[in-house]
């Protein structure tokens, strides 16, 4: 209990010094703020961009009245510190060992660290998701469901996590296919995530599941930032340096594999591309 509260709060206080000091470097958070002007403005939802982050934008509209640049970014340092909270769960579940470390680590990422002080829907999706992981493992369907949806209602892309859950609830293989559980978990989350999306169906129609033709960055700049820009040099330096040693020394993990492992493999290859 010690682990877990000094986790959370070591987390949130390494992002209050970048709070208060705007909405964000990125133009997503501008953008959501100034949706919610807009929205107070025209008395009905307004999508901040397609296909719409109405859980995300619901909150932000609720805290309308108090609105300001550090209320607004602490709902992020606050998330991340729930993501880091069950990472650090998952982690003992799975008896990983220094777990406390692992958590610590995955607290400092700098895409992470960053992306949890401004005003953007990515930690709170992020910690939504892994809590619903989290709760399939320990068999508590209902919460699980709900969580997840609640994370769909943030970004719709979270949906991807239907993959690894569903399997983690049918024994990994499907070997084992429990269809009662597998029924209610997609009877709840199919519901709370169509709640979810209802204001964005009832103005938008069905054409809400359009997207932007936007123009994509070169390849190079692709693989920057999702590299570099992720992992900061030096972390992504360490990280290749231990890849590399690691498929050198340790061939014959591979043949080793087991289900789960493939299963935890799926959302990284899936949300990577």
Known sequence: MKNSLSLFVLTLLSRIPLLDIGYGPEEDAWGHVQNIFEMKEAGHYIMSRLPGHPIYEGLLYLLFPIHDAFVY????????????????????????????????????????????TYTVDY???????????????????????????????????????????????NGYRFEKFEIKKSFQFLLIFGFVSAMAYYPVYDVYGIAFFNTYSLPYPPLAKAIYKGTIGVWGFIGFGFLSVIGIAFLIRFKHFFS???????????PIVLYSI
Request: aromatic share 16%; charged share 10%.
């Open 73 to 116: 970014n602490l709902l992020s340092a606050v998330a991340s510190g729930f993501a880091v909270l069950a990472f650090y769960k998952l982690a003992l579940h799975f008896k990983i060992k220094h777990a406390y470390f692992a958590a610590s680590a995955f607290a400092v990422i700098p895409i992470f660290h960053l992306t949890s």
């Open 123 to 169: 930690t709170i999706g992020l910690a939504l998701a892994l809590w619903a992981y989290y709760f399939v493992i320990k068999h508590k369907i209902v919460w699980s469901a709900l969580l997840l949806a609640l994370a769909v209602g943030t970004r719709i892309t979270w949906f991807l996590m239907l993959i690894p859950i569903l399997a983690t609830l």
């Open 256 to 266: 080793q594999l087991r289900w789960r492992h493939i299963v935890w493999l799926i």
